[in-house]
């Protein structure tokens, strides 16, 4: 069974990495392995040890530190304080998905946003948002949370696996954990770490687009493209923050379809994503003249009457998180997604922003328009050796999946074979 594969994608099994059967096997293990069912506690085993300090060893300035698990509407109005001035106070907390505002839009459509709030004596030191499931644990937006870690003082050591100790949860699963030195994790811990990009558009918007139009030709060529648009379709436009409802459910569609044309798992199956985007656009409970929260922004390219391109993004003090890309593919020949992404960086001055973050993940748009790399780290810390070897096999069996030669072919099939593979990063 395992030469279907090579035979439908045109390539010779001798071409094929060697661990290529292997890492189909699993691939359906871990698609389908019950003993470690989403609803079934993790059981510790002694395998392999986990070196967990001691509490006293987890302190901050001035004593040993104490977790408790609040749902998020039980958080005082000064844990929620303490929380923002810590963000404040380091930038790898800048990431609006870092902010109380994204872990509140999430709970007001899902209902099960809790916090881990570490304390030191009564002042608050730290927050982990999560979700549980059973004895596992998820960053705050699951999937679509793009930026996650403890968000702690600055004078505050925390210990995952002190954590994890403290807490009813066997594992945390991260896959865009920031500010952290995964070097610094035991060897046995499952993890890997995977670029992000951004453009650091700085006090100088003009002279930053001349030099990325200068270094990406993608860029740089791009005026000649929406030119063309113009004579053949109609006066070009642009709205940077277009406050349509009607608009934004148009992007989600068009970023579904999009989804389905290149067999991407869909995002916005659950209905709990789509209302998170509402949310974060309507800005329940917040006040849209002010940019000092998160907000979902919809930026909008026009060719004459019709609408060509649109994004979804993330805005807050001058950080755009650029999230949801779109376009209409009648006008694919004119790039109109680049053509959009150029107005707005054309428009940073007069909108006053200074970076656009690109998120992790190479897709090739993000390495054709951005000058600045970060990396994340993706794996989990768990106490637990079963679920370790079982995560540990899924990250194995995807890295030798990504080398398989017509790899787009192969995902086809396999997003055909298996529409819902993967929804579980969803739940």
């Not at 059973?134 to 870690?149: E, K, M, S, T, W």
């Amino acid at each position: 069974m395992f030469l279907i594969p090579s035979i439908r994608l045109g390539t010779r099994p001798s071409d094929l990495p060697r661990e290529f059967p292997q890492a189909i096997s699993h691939l359906i293990l871990v698609s389908h392995l019950p003993a470690v069912s989403i609803n079934q506690p993790l059981r510790k085993s002694s395998q392999i040890p986990i070196s967990v300090p001691p509490p006293s060893d987890v302190s901050g300035s001035s004593g040993e530190l104490s977790v408790r698990l609040k749902p998020f509407d039980q958080l005082s109005p000064t844990e929620l304080e303490r929380w923002e001035e810590f963000r404040g106070g380091r930038p790898e907390y800048r990431s609006p998905f870092f902010s109380v505002r994204f872990s509140q839009a999430v709970h007001r459509v899902r209902q099960d946003v809790e916090v881990a709030v570490v304390t030191n004596g009564d002042r608050p030191v730290g927050f982990l948002p999560l979700h549980r499931i059973g004895r596992r644990a998820f960053p705050a937006g699951r999937f679509l949370n793009d930026a996650h870690n403890v968000i702690s003082s600055p004078d505050v050591t925390i210990d995952w696996f002190w954590l994890l100790e403290q807490l009813p949860i066997a594992s945390f699963d991260f896959h865009a954990l920031v500010g952290e030195d995964s070097g610094s994790f035991p060897e046995h811990t499952c993890h890997e770490t995977v670029r992000s990009f951004r453009c650091e558009i700085g006090e100088d918007p003009v002279a930053y687009l001349a030099g990325l139009s200068h270094n990406h030709k993608t860029i740089g060529r791009q005026n000649q493209k929406t030119r063309k648009l113009a004579r053949e379709v109609g006066e070009v436009t642009f709205e940077f923050d277009c406050r349509s409802p009607e608009l934004l459910r148009q992007a989600i569609q068009w970023k579904r379809d999009q989804y389905h044309r290149t067999s991407i798992l869909d995002l916005f199956v659950p209905d709990w994503t789509r209302q998170l985007m509402e949310e974060l656009f309507s800005g329940a409970g917040t006040d849209l003249s002010t940019r000092n929260e998160p907000r979902g922004i919809l930026s909008v390219l026009r060719a004459g009457e019709h609408i060509v391109a649109m994004h979804y993004g993330l805005l807050e003090q001058g950080l755009l998180h650029y999230w949801f890309p779109a376009y209409d593919p009648r006008f694919s020949r004119y790039s109109p997604g680049t053509a959009l992404f150029r107005k707005i960086l054309e428009q940073a001055g007069q909108n006053q922003l200074n970076c656009i973050d690109m998120g992790y993940g190479e897709q090739p748009y993000k390495l054709k328009q951005t000058d600045a790399v970060g990396e994340v780290a993706q794996g989990c810390l768990t106490n637990s050796a079963v679920y370790r070897h079982y995560r540990c096999a899924g990250t194995h069996a995807a890295s030798i999946l990504r080398q398989v030669p017509g790899k787009e072919a192969f995902k086809w099939m396999y997003r055909k074979l298996l529409p819902t593979a993967g929804m579980s990063k969803l739940k």
